[in-house]
């Protein structure tokens, strides 16, 4: 078995990592580009190249028979020496130089095991950030065997199912850097993934009321929601007219009853058989509707909570989303199951009844956010729906694509009509949401500025490791940029509107500014600098006079140095 150019420079990237650093190196491949021969070029190179041990990991059955089956592939002298320990798959080996197991079978059996040189995580964004998790617990025994273990992960979504990056430094993390990443849209082009068209549903749920618990929709009222009698059949009924050309069509429900409300929906309206498994469904039956519908025979197949990953099946021409979720990793794993390319197939549609398009956006501009925060302004957009055809494409479309429809072109504030480009780019604009990790505050001082000029607040916004995004607020202006400055402070503080950079300093530092929990980022095409155009907020503190007294008295930073990387 030949890798694809792409997996090659991942392999690559692995090895020059390993080599290069001490810490574990990550690998962003998209659902269907082909971790497994990746996984086993790797096997390989360890066991006969470099005489040693690699451990392979993974959570679910089907995960660990695709690893054995492409080693077998990829390196059939070696099949004497690869060992599955998994008691899903009924197997106990443990002395083989390659031994693939599943981390439920295997995270309290390390002595047993044996010394590893490496170990191998397949869809490592299960990894828990904290916690005594499975491979936490097995990777510190591991260690305790063989102190120089090296690991890596590899996954299509490089963040967790709630949120938040897999890879942070050590010791928190266990990986710790991404060291190759290739993207959705680069992979359909190259025609290695299936190409992707969505729609929304016509009569879809309307999720402003869930409450979030624990980073995700509550389930109890995700399924009222959804089991609604005529939602639920105004959806089935547009799912089977949308449908009648598409061969194989895999449906995510929200609860047990809702998807098996869907199935008998489906039936009755389309007069064809719709399959139904969950987590309870008896693995031989499973195992039997799966196959039918792998083969065709079924044309229609809902599921809850157990198609997401490890579940191939190329021939997928439709998603349907059922299941509204504030999870960006479980939404790109439910769309992931269409992207795999097979004979007759010209594209995958995405029919979503559930917003899970307009809440994290196209699947190759998925944004993170913080589940938590409940309000995102309507720039921080990611997608949006065309009026016309229920398309759902990125933001950036000024036309959709589908059937014509022209958008039209944004508001523009008054000091953005008067750019000089405005005319020419007035519409190409895109706005961004990103998580806040924390903020800092700082005096500013302007590049050859006078000794007398007026001064800035910095504020920086870290939005990953060693990634910011700044602006500047006017308190030591007059006028328009100083009135600006007070609204900016009142939104944000119960305290009087400081009158010098230092002191807005010293009472920010102090926590009499409210926590800053997301902004939206505004590019616009032709313009240097970006701005900040919508945040998410804590509460405002609510912070007596003494407090705000002290923290003036003790907190004085000096300016920073001067620079020209400012936007005025």
């Given at each position: 078995?030949?890798l694809?150019p792409?997996?090659k420079?991942a ?9 290069g650093?001490?810490?574990?190196p990550?690998?962003?491949?998209p659902t269907?580009a082909?971790k497994t021969?990746c996984?086993?070029t790797?096997c390989?190179?360890?066991?006969n190249?470099w005489?040693?041990?690699v451990l392979?990991?993974a ?6 028979a695709?690893a ?6 990829m390196?059939?002298?070696?099949w004497m020496?690869i ?12 002395a083989?130089p390659i031994l693939?197991a ?5 995270y ?6 044996g010394?590893?040189?490496l170990?191998i995580?397949d869809?490592?964004?299960l990894i828990p ?13 591991a260690?305790?065997?063989s102190?120089?273990?090296?690991v ?10 709630s ?7 050590p010791p928190e ?12 849209r680069e992979l359909?082009?190259a025609?290695?993934?299936s190409?992707?068209?969505s729609k ?9 009321g ?5 980073g995700?929709?509550?389930?109890a009222?995700?399924e ?15 799912i089977v007219?949308?449908?009648?050309d598409r061969k194989s069509?895999?449906?995510f429900?929200?609860s047990?009853?809702?998807g098996?409300?869907v199935?008998k ?5 389309a007069?064809e058989?719709c399959?139904f ?10 195992d039997q509707i799966l ?23 190329p ?13 960006p990793?479980?939404?790109?794993q439910e769309?992931g199951r269409g992207?795999?390319?097979?004979p007759?197939k010209?594209?995958c549609l995405?029919?979503?009844?559930a ?21 995102f ?7 949006k729906e ?8 990125a ?8 059937c ?8 523009r504030g008054r000091h953005?009509?008067?750019?000089g480009?405005?005319g020419i780019l ?12 924390n903020?800092?505050y700082s005096v ?8 007398n000029?007026?001064r800035t607040?910095?504020?920086?916004y870290?939005?990953?490791?060693y990634?910011y995004k700044s602006?500047w607020?006017?308190l030591?202006?007059?006028g328009?940029?100083?009135q ?5 402070w009142?939104?944000?503080s119960?305290a009087?509107?400081p009158?010098?950079?230092e ?14 929990l997301?902004i939206?980022v ?8 970006d701005?900040i155009v919508?945040c ?6 609510e912070?007596?006079a003494?407090?705000?007294?002290d ?8 300016p920073m140095s001067?620079?020209d990387?400012?936007?005025f």
């Open positions: 078995m030949e694809r792409y997996q420079e392999v690559e990237a692995v090895y020059a990592h390993l080599r650093r001490d810490d574990n990550c690998v962003v491949l269907a082909g021969p996984i086993a790797i390989r190179d360890v066991v190249l005489s040693g041990r392979v990991l959570h679910v059955k089907e995960l660990l695709q054995v089956d492409k080693l077998h592939a390196a059939p002298d070696l020496h060992g599955v320990y998994s008691a899903g798959l009924a197997k106990r080996d443990t083989q693939v599943g981390i439920q079978s295997v309290q059996k390390a002595k047993e095991l010394r590893f040189d170990m995580v869809e490592a964004h950030m904290e916690g005594d998790g499975m491979y936490r617990r097995f990777l510190d025994d260690r305790a065997l102190p120089q273990l090296r890596i992960g590899l996954t299509a979504t490089p963040f967790r199912l949120s938040g990056p897999i890879c942070v430094p993390g266990i990986l710790n850097s991404i060291c190759y990443e290739i993207g959705v359909i082009a025609g290695y993934i190409k992707l068209k929304s549903g016509k009569f879809k749920a309307n999720t402003d869930l409450h979030v618990r624990g995700e929709f509550v389930p009222e995700v009222t929601l959804m089991d609604q009698d005529g939602l639920v059949h105004a959806a089935c009924r547009e007219e949308l449908t009648k069509v895999l449906i429900a929200s047990i009853k809702h098996q409300h199935a929906t489906i039936e009755q309206i007069g058989e399959g498994v969950d987590g309870e469904t008896s693995g031989i039956f499973r196959r039918r519908f792998r083969e065709g025979q079924l044309r229609y197949l809902a599921n809850v909570n157990v198609l997401t990953t490890g579940f191939d099946a021939g997928i021409d439709c998603v349907v989303l059922l299941r509204p979720t504030m999870s990793g479980l939404y790109y769309v992207f795999r390319i097979a007759g010209t594209d995405v029919l979503d009844f917003g899970n398009v307009l809440r994290h956006g196209p699947v190759d501009q998925i944004r993170v956010h913080d589940p938590a925060a409940k309000r302004g309507p720039q921080g957009r990611p997608a065309c009026p016309s055809c229920q398309a759902l494409i933001t950036g479309y000024a036309m959709c694509p589908e014509g429809f022209v958008f039209p072109p944004p508001e953005e009509a008067e750019a480009t405005a007035s519409g190409e604009t895109t706005d961004l949401e990103y998580e806040v990790r903020v800092k500013h001082v302007k590049r050859d500025a006078s000794e000029a007026p607040l910095r504020v920086d870290e939005i990953g490791y990634l602006e607020v006017c030591e202006h007059k328009y940029a100083r600006k400055a007070e609204a900016w009142r939104l944000r119960c009087p509107v009158t010098t950079i002191e807005a300093v010293a009472l920010a530092e102090s926590g009499a500014v409210a926590q800053t997301a939206t505004r590019h616009v095409a032709g313009e240097k600098f701005r919508d998410v907020l804590g509460a405002k503190p912070l007596e003494a407090v705000v007294a923290a003036w008295e003790e907190s004085l930073p000096l001067p620079d990387g400012i936007p």
